[in-house]
């Protein structure tokens, strides 16, 4: 649970919002009963007014999959959808939901706190406990007392039962011990608008009254309740999330004053009074604020409140900090009938009327959506590798209710509860999709680093994006920035403490960056690359030599310039989990030491880091393995590539797989370009291993200089047995002798060094290697060579 912050100095940045269209030139767009061109006609004017950010693939000029869909489309693993066939979206729920029509049920709840659903009966509660993945099986049940049931909610250690009997009545039961006590107010004094449990250390349960709060304890030996304080006040309505831990309460003529608390596990804050406008749709005219126009949501850690104003057809952002309120912005609804959803960090807005969806990623400076207006489905999972797909006018039937139906309920942050069929529904975004519908790869990238849900399918698609922009030759620029969005967001989860592999951070950089490296349990391992000493030279030397490569070989605008100033661009720009905040680039007029108001969840970094980070060597195996045959037709342009690569994962403290030199030098000697292999050597672009070396004296020959460049890095790198192997296959076994000496290579076989004394017809040099291993190796007169080369000698003389 973090603590409440308190709001930022005063910032004054220039806010860059495009002027919404009328709502006039939308009405067209958004009907009841929609036109067949209806969100065409909606993309186009979003795409006119320069609102949309990212249009779906029928407006995009080409796609990052369109060049090569058959390295990146995901068929096999494509969700089949029950609308109609082609229906582009990119938002879903997933079917079979879960059921609960079950007969003589008194309503449906839904306890946030314990995220149970909950159908109470006449004398029992069923209650479904909802997680990640949607339930099967039958479920529980508390029995309960005969009598109205308002509302229902679980303690959070789950030993007792709230349920609300009357807007003047409270029941709380045992679930121990079934004992059962009332809470009960006057009927003409004041009237209970309903009550939570908290985590509070002070409070266990809070009851909200149109005359304020009280805020209780709850003793469960005695089954008893005892007053700890009330705040008086008048209260209209309110809005209370377990997930923020945040009540906002509303008071006014106009429901347009409110107060506000969070009660954490840390303590109560109360925060400033703050009021909240709303557009009159005439003069004279004073609207009234309702609770279904507002909205607390979480979002990256933090909470902001969204109001709706139905005259202008846009969403308010508040975000709360411990002594202020702060107005953030507007996002155009477009509708004034709507409905609000949080998927993964994603606010989903739900146009009732126009059953389509709208998403916002309020992380970017941007408060435009990210993708056009389309419908949201019911997906199923395919069935014998067959996509499933019904038509839009049996939707209805395939799951027993209508999309956006009478009975649908929003409940916070991501389902949806069909009260009238009995039916719970899941959201979720199709990250495939809205990968597909832009060709802007690193703002692509960017997206999918912040993605926390489909794990599997947010790394999938980073590298087959990646390959993509490669096969397709986009300018160096672009693949620069994505391979930076890439490894910037694989670097910067590493420093948030957790074990990956490939990963290399000197004490120098750990001083700078205020950073100490700490071990996430729930991490896992990787690849394993082990951590080597950070090769300073390398960024340097690809800066100084990258402008050597012949860039009129290429097929490319770019220049060296380009590829320098994109790179360095790309690490200033906010992708990954980076704990940036985006009111901190707004105009803000706030108090001094002000910090922002955090939720009561936490960011479970470890299981992301571990799912979704793309490693250097995973960079390797799936990008630019992948892609060697096909680029052989111009590897100047993957030799670009590579080098743009190498200055990424350098500047971003990572180590490349020394099998990515190997294809380096292989690419260039493929072209004839050997001496730029001995200048990237020398200036330790390519690092010295063993792989190289073996890779240069395998080039050498066709080219003697490099096979010595290779004989000298297994020297350099103290591999004395392949170097002596090496003199030994150029010739040199004298000096193989002496080096092995020095050394004491015992590994080497003295057959070896006995042929090439032979080979050379001369007694003396035959009799000094014998010399020489009868004296270095004991046990060499007891061997056959021993033998066999003495009768040699002995002929020989």
Avoid at 392 to 407: I, K, M, R, V
Avoid at 633 to 642: R, T
Avoid at 686 to 712: C, F, H, I, W, Y
């Amino acid at each position: 649970m973090l603590q409440l912050p308190r709001a930022p100095r005063p910032i004054h940045l220039r806010l860059m919002v495009c002027t919404p269209p009328t709502p006039r030139a939308l009405r067209l767009a958004f009907q009841q009963t929609p036109p067949p061109n209806a969100l065409a006609e909606c993309s186009r004017v979003l795409k006119k007014s320069g609102q949309m950010k990212l249009l779906h693939r029928e407006k995009e000029p080409a796609s990052v999959f369109e060049g090569n869909r058959k390295n990146v489309l995901l068929s096999g693993k494509m969700q089949g959808g029950l609308g109609s066939v082609g229906t582009l979206s990119h938002a879903y729920v997933q079917h079979p939901p879960l059921r609960c029509d079950i007969p003589d049920i008194r309503g449906i709840f839904y306890d946030d706190a314990n995220k149970f659903l909950i159908a109470p009966t006449a004398d029992r509660i069923l209650y479904w406990k909802i997680t990640p993945s949607t339930p099967a099986g039958p479920p529980n049940s508390d029995p309960i007392n005969d009598g109205p049931v308002l509302s229902v909610r679980y303690s959070l250690d789950q030993k007792a039962i709230g349920i609300q009997r009357s807007n003047h009545e409270v029941e709380f039961r045992n679930r121990e011990t079934g004992e059962t006590c009332n809470k009960k107010w006057r009927v003409d004094s004041e009237t209970l608008l309903g009550f939570f449990w908290t985590d509070c250390p002070t409070y266990d349960v809070i009851f909200v009254k149109t005359s304020g709060l009280d805020l209780l304890a709850y003793e469960p030996q005695s089954n008893a309740l005892r007053l700890v304080d009330s705040k008086k006040f008048n209260v209209s309505w309110y809005l209370y999330t377990h997930e923020s831990r945040l009540i906002v309460l509303a008071s006014g003529m106009q429901c347009t004053l409110f107060t506000g608390y969070q009660f954490s596990a840390s303590g109560v804050v109360k925060l400033p009074k703050f009021e909240m406008t709303v557009s009159k749709s005439e003069a004279n005219s004073k609207p009234v604020l309702a609770a279904d126009d507002v909205h607390i949501v979480t979002v990256y850690g933090r909470i902001y409140c969204l109001q709706l104003d139905r005259v202008s057809m846009t969403l308010n952002m508040y975000r709360f900090y411990r002594d202020a309120v702060v107005h953030q912005g507007t996002l155009p609804t477009y509708s004034s009938r709507i409905a609000v959803s949080v998927v993964d960090n994603i606010i989903m807005v739900h146009q009732i009327d126009a059953k389509v969806v709208i998403l916002y990623d309020i992380f970017m400076d941007s408060y435009a959506p990210i993708s056009a207006p389309l419908p949201l489905l019911v997906r199923r999972l395919p069935s014998n590798n067959r996509q499933a797909t019904q038509s839009s006018d049996n939707q209805s039937s395939a799951y027993g209710g209508t999309l956006y139906g009478e009975g649908w309920n929003f409940l916070n942050p991501d389902l949806v509860c069909d009260v009238e069929n009995g039916l719970l529904w899941k959201l979720h975004l199709d990250l495939e999709a809205i990968a597909a519908s832009t060709s802007d790869a690193p703002s692509v990238l960017e997206f999918l680093q912040r993605r926390k849900s489909d794990l599997s399918m947010v790394k999938t698609l980073s590298l087959a994006i990646v390959r993509t922009v490669i096969l397709e030759r986009r300018p160096i620029t672009m693949v620069a920035k994505a391979m930076d969005v890439v490894l910037d967001s694989y670097s910067r989860l590493m420093k948030m403490g957790s074990d990956l592999p490939g990963v290399r951070r000197t004490s120098e950089q750990n001083l700078q960056s205020g950073v100490q490296p700490v071990v996430n349990p729930d991490s896992s391992s990787g690849d394993g690359n082990r951590p080597v000493q950070s090769n300073s030279g390398v960024e340097h030397g690809i800066a100084n030599h990258t402008a050597n490569v012949d860039r009129t070989l290429l097929n490319t605008s770019s220049d060296s310039d380009d590829i320098t100033n994109a790179s360095g661009g790309a690490n200033q720009e906010m992708s990954g989990l980076q704990a940036s905040d985006v009111a901190e680039r707004k105009p803000l007029v706030v108090g001094k030491d002000s910090r922002p108001l955090a939720s009561g969840t936490s960011m479970q970094h470890g299981t992301h880091v571990a799912n979704v980070a793309v490693s250097p060597s995973e960079m390797f195996e799936s990008v630019f393995v992948l892609v060697e045959d096909e680029m052989m037709g111009d590897p100047a342009y993957l030799v670009s590539i590579i080098m743009e690569f190498l200055r990424s994962v350098s500047k971003a403290g990572l180590k490349a797989p020394p099998n990515l030199y190997v294809m380096t030098t292989t690419l260039l000697a493929h072209s004839n370009r050997y001496p730029e292999i001995m200048l990237f050597v020398s200036n330790k672009i390519l690092e010295p291993s063993k792989e190289l070396a073996m890779q240069l004296m395998e080039l050498g020959r066709q080219n003697s200089p490099t096979r010595k460049l290779g004989v000298d890095m297994l020297r350099e790198r103290g591999l004395h047995q392949d170097y002596v192997s090496a003199l030994l296959q150029d010739g040199y076994y004298l000096e193989a002798l002496r080096y092995a000496r020095k050394y004491k290579v015992i590994t080497v076989p003295p057959a070896l060094f006995l042929e090439e004394a032979v080979a050379t017809n001369s007694a003396k040099n035959l009799a000094a290697v014998l010399s020489f291993f009868t004296e270095f190796v004991p046990t060499f007169k007891t061997t056959s060579d021993y033998a066999r080369y003495r009768h040699i000698l002995s002929e020989m003389i």
